[in-house]
């Protein structure tokens, strides 16, 4: 019968040697691990700033719309009275 003790030391020299791959960073497997998130998140941001813009546009005809109002009926909108 085998000894645990004659095991160990191989057995652990393996362990290490399969983990070192885990514990080493691999710059070109990131990269391509992380490019999907990369393009997601760009495209995210892109779409969030066109949503963003196109909202202000419509701020922005709204007021002048709204001083076109304001313009044309002042003793309508004016508490005032």
């Not at 191989?10 to 990131?30: A, I, Q, V």
């Not at 760009?42 to 813009?53: R, S």
């Not at 005809?61 to 001083?67: H, M, S």
Request: one cysteine or more; charged letters at 30%.
């Amino acid at each position: 019968m085998l000894e645990l003790a004659s095991l160990l030391p191989p057995l652990l020299t393996n362990m290490l040697c399969s983990d070192e791959g885990s514990w080493t960073r691999n710059p070109e497997r990131e990269r391509e691990r992380n490019h999907p998130t990369e393009t997601s998140l760009t495209i995210l941001a892109d779409g969030y700033t066109f949503y963003a813009v196109s909202q202000e546009r419509f701020l922005d005809k709204l007021e002048e719309e709204a001083k076109v109002a304001r313009a044309r009926y002042p003793q309508i909108l004016s508490p005032n009275k």
